[in-house]
């Protein structure tokens, strides 16, 4: 980072409609353009934006590249709200010495309970019940109808166990699962212990899994982790469930796996190519699908919300923690 002139006033840009009160927060130490709708920007809205601050608290939908950042020698941090961080090119954002930073732990525990969430949903049919509900299809129960699979005492999956795959598997004890889980690397014995988890390689997780969460990044490796091939390797009758980012999932074989009965439900709070749907998806009925609201408790949005503009503040030089932003994603740029 460059040194900071504390005579000019910073400038940031907040790019989507933020809590007012951290608006305020910011505004303490900055000048603030805040946007009032959630806007799509092409990556030269994006580009002459970021030209005019000091720093920027982006939301997931703002990609930043080399491009975006071509010819960009004002900008100095970038807040990102979430966890996930694929929406930025941080080979692009050191060569111009931009420090990032994201949101973890604030939203681990909330988004663990929204993938049980999804899990429970898709599994006992949820969804699928209150539409034919609220159609008045509803004449009488009928004890052989609505049939669904058991979540209790099942073998549940988790590809990816990172934090919030170990939130997840905590979860597992309560409804009696034994828990499987794939990772890049194991997790050491005690956190194993605790999360009560087996390490397996994928194509048994995939073969022994009930049901499977994924929480794994996304990262050009990870492009559909689970395709046609996975997917043909797990149990017909098993539940999917992704709220890790869409693209981990080739959603056009999910689909075609949930229509022709190779798999039983999905639960999906991530798309590929969001917020478009694919066609298909959007056809079946046993798929539970939500619009990427995996951490939205008021709570937990308030609380990324403030540890991005803390991580803003701080990287930009100010508040008790100047120069130290809690959470950098490349804190390499902070030492330069
Ligand atoms: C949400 O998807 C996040 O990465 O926090």
Partial sequence: MGTIDMNHPQRVWVSRPLF??????????????????????SPEQL???????????????????????????????IANLGVGYNNLDIDALNAAGIVATNTPDVLTESVADYAWALLLAAARRVSAAERWLRAGHWQGMRFDDWLSVD?????????GMGRIGQAVARRAAGFGMAVSYHNRRPLPAELEQACRARYVDKPTLLRESDHLVLVLPFTPENRHAIGAPELAAMKPTAVLVNIARGGIVD????????????????????????????????????????????????DTRRAMASLAADNLIAALGRGPRAGRPPTPINPAVLAK
């Fill in 20 to 41: 007012p009160e951290v608006v305020a927060k910011l505004a303490e130490h900055f000048e603030v353009l805040a946007e009032s709708e959630d806007q799509r920007r």
């Fill in 47 to 77: 580009r002459a934006k970021l030209a005019e601050v000091d720093g920027a608290l982006l939301g997931l939908a703002d990609r930043v590249d080399a491009a975006v950042l071509a010819g960009n020698r004002r900008l100095k941090a």
């Fill in 151 to 159: 979540v209790h005492g099942k073998a549940l999956g988790i590809l």
């Fill in 251 to 298: 959603d056009a074989a999910l689909a075609a796996a949930l229509r022709e009965g190779r798999l039983g439900a999905a639960g999906l709070d991530v798309f590929e190519g969001e917020p478009a749907v694919h066609a298909d998806l959007l056809k079946l009925d046993n798929v539970v699908l939500s619009p990427h609201i995996a951490s939205a408790t008021a």
